[in-house]
């Protein structure tokens, strides 16, 4: 089992940065694909960047792409997400998942963080 612990989300002007961080509890997060999520009210859950167990993969959501980083350290049990250059359109409450496989489908991953806001100021 893994419990997901985010950090990092506030506000920030367009064009500006921000760090997303999720703790992880547990034996199995080593072996866990690690994922990024956001939700927007009245939208569904959509897919920002995976990375594989090992983090030698990772995948982005084209909106994202040359713009966001994901990364992970097994030994820290931590997963990040750099969000550079960011847009008016980012603005969402973002989840951080484990799963089994990096893709991009909500249903790959079991445990879910409590989402923290990011806003973006324009």
């Known amino acids: 089992q893994v419990q997901l612990v985010e950090s990092g989300g506030g506000t920030v002007q367009a064009g500006g940065s921000l760090r997303l961080s999720c703790g992880a509890s547990?034996?199995?997060?080593?072996?866990?694909?690690m994922a990024w999520f956001r939700q927007v009210p009245g939208k569904e859950r959509s897919f920002v960047a995976s990375?594989?167990?090992?983090?030698?993969?990772?995948y982005y959501a084209d909106s994202v792409k040359g713009r966001f980083t994901v990364s992970r350290d097994n030994v820290k049990k931590v997963v990040s997400l750099q969000m550079n250059s960011l847009k008016p359109e980012d603005p969402a409450v973002y989840y951080c998942?484990?799963?089994?496989?990096?893709?991009?489908?909500?249903?790959?991953?079991?445990?879910w963080g409590q989402g923290p806001r990011v806003t973006v100021t324009s």
């Open positions: 547990g034996r199995t997060f080593r072996s866990s694909a």
């Open positions: 990375i594989n167990w090992s983090g030698g993969s990772t």
């Open positions: 998942a484990a799963g089994s496989t990096a893709t991009g489908a909500k249903y790959e991953y079991n445990y």
